[in-house]
Every structure is written in C-alpha cells, then in structure tokens.
C-alpha cells in the first residue's frame, strides 16, 4: 500500500512540474499522439540550436529605438537596447547578457522558456556625458524587463491563435494564417520579438 502512495505521488509531482510554464498565451493546437505518427516519424524538438543564427528584434517600427536579441545554441543570450530623445539630448542604452532554461513543449508551435539569469553591462538609471555633449541613459533591457517566462512561436504557428499584442508587435509582418518567422514572447509585459536572419 505504501509503495503504491508513493508511486502516485511521484506520477503527481511529475505532472506538476510539466504543467508549470507555458500555460498561458500558447496556441491551443491539437497534436498528434506519437502512436498515431507514422513509424519512422517524429517531430524533432525544439532548441537554441534552431534560432542560433538569428537576430530578434522588439521595436514599434517607428522612430529609432530597438531591442535586439541574440541566442547562443547553449540558451545563453547577449543583446542591446538603443534609443534616442532629441528633445533632451539624450542616448537611452542598455547592453546585456542572460540564460534561458532549457525550452519545455508546450504544444506543436509553442515552447516555454524561463528566465534564469539578466545582467545588465551599466547600472540602469545611471547616466554619464557622452564625446558628442549629449547624456547617455543607462536602462533597463526595454522588452525582456520583469521577464519571468517566454514563450518561442514556431514558424507555421496559426496567428489567430497567438496574442494580440504579440501580433502587434510584428508592426503587419504577419499577413498570412500562420508565423512566417520564429517569434519569442514575453509572458509577463506582452512585449513580442521577431526573429530574422542574422547579418
């Protein structure tokens, strides 16, 4: 009896922990069973590998600031924040670098990462004189900021299934029923990040 409790409490625990993350804002697809899959068949899972050789980028497609973001096939991930406000003859900035757990599926287009570690390069809020008289702004990484999970979009995900702030951060990009481009999501602020091939 009792290794029978302990049994169901393991099998509970398990289903627990794969519950955890990506269970908001995911594409609610159906997936085939791996019994009904042709034999020889299986879809390979996703990892950093897949978008390594990528830029993402979180911008309003207007004005000149941006975020870009790139991964490295281990999750680790570096990137940079720029802006510009004229009116105060100032530079926004921010250099950073951070890890993604490892991706867990949420469903055929959808996988869920958490963030493990941020770091800025400046301290955010900290400011210093720049060559050309103007101030250079120290900030924080604007769309990974209070960033807990994310979630990458598979290109072929249905977009009518994917937020709509997501798909308003693709600035008309996403004309066609499905992602044309794999996209990162964070959870918590809505921001949405297009990937594209890296220069």
Known sequence: MNSKK??????????LIFSACGTAAAPQTPTDSAADAP?????????????ANLKFVYSSGAGGWSTELYIDADGSFTGA???????TQ???????SGQFTAPEKVNDYTYCVRMERLETEKEPGSTEEAADGWTNVYSDPCGLDNAKELLFYLPGAPADALPEDFIMWMNGAVTEAQLPFYGLYNVETG?????????
């Open 6 to 15: 302990m049994l169901w409490g393991v099998v509970a625990a398990v289903l």
């Open 39 to 51: 034999a020889g068949e299986t879809d390979a899972p996703f990892s950093f590998a897949d978008v």
């Open 81 to 87: 924040y720029h802006d510009t406000e004229m009116g």
């Open 90 to 96: 100032s530079y926004y900035l921010c250099s950073f």
């Open 191 to 199: 921001s949405g990040f297009s990937g594209s091939e890296a220069a």
